[in-house]
């Protein structure tokens, strides 16, 4: 079964700075990995997927996630932090078929002025 | 397109009532995930339906719990007998079938308060 283990429950970073959000996966076949964001009292938004095309994977708001099946890690950076990226960041897994995503425990982001 | 459309988005109810939750998927989705998110943890996957098929359910879904798409639109959750273990928030959300991993939208959720 597919798994994610999402590295650090709270990240705290400085307006301006880099995110570093980390993941990595299990997987016995080729994964599907995926990075929603969740803001207070609200749902999943979806930030990025990989799907097995690029490995290197542009999402919204400045976010990326790079693939490396070395590593089995899909972290996800921000070059410069905003206030409005405090948030709940989940990364999270499926494979071919659209079995049903599992999830992380998710990262708490809180951006400092 | 509106959207996955949960309601309500809140509710309170004594332990030992039942309770029901209503989703609406993007309109050509045809199939429909129940998530339950409780604080500090990620989305844990119920049930889900392809179409008006209950394609695969959960452990966590006890015999409390009764998820139907009755038509392939709409489904309803429903919680017989709540218990204050309950108390979570309870995620719909809706993808097209397909191979190329599709992306799974979210609703925004149904808070339940257990008391």
């Known amino acids: 079964a597919q798994s994610v283990t999402q590295l650090g429950s709270h990240v705290s970073v400085s307006e301006g700075a880099l995110v570093l959000l980390r993941c990595n996966y299990s997987s016995s076949v080729p994964p599907y990995l995926f990075w929603y964001v969740q803001y207070p009292n609200q749902g999943l938004q979806l930030l990025l997927k990989y799907t097995s095309a690029a490995t290197l994977v542009k999402g919204i708001n400045g976010f990326e996630a790079e693939f490396k099946k070395s590593e089995t890690s899909f972290h996800l950076t921000k070059p410069s932090a905003h206030m409005s990226d405090a948030a709940e960041y989940f990364c999270a897994v499926t494979i071919v078929g659209n079995t049903p995503l599992v999830f992380g425990k998710g990262t708490r982001l809180s951006v400092i002025a | 397109d509106t959207g996955v459309s949960q309601n309500p988005r809140h509710k309170i109810t004594k332990r030992g009532q039942n309770v029901t939750f209503r989703c609406d998927p993007i309109s050509e989705h045809n199939r429909l995930y129940w998530y339950r998110q409780t604080l500090g943890q990620g989305p844990e996957f119920l049930t889900y339906?392809?179409?008006?098929?209950?394609?695969?359910k959960s452990r966590l879904l006890s015999d409390r719990f009764s998820a139907e798409r009755p038509k392939g639109s709409f489904s309803t959750l429903e919680i017989q007998r709540t218990e204050q273990g309950d108390s979570a928030m309870y995620l719909c959300?809706?993808?097209?079938?397909?191979?190329?991993?599709?992306?799974?939208?979210f609703g925004e959720g149904s808070w339940l308060t257990v008391v």
């Open positions: 959300a809706s993808s097209l079938d397909a191979l190329s991993g599709n992306t799974i939208y």
């Open positions: 339906f392809q179409n008006e098929a209950q394609l695969e």
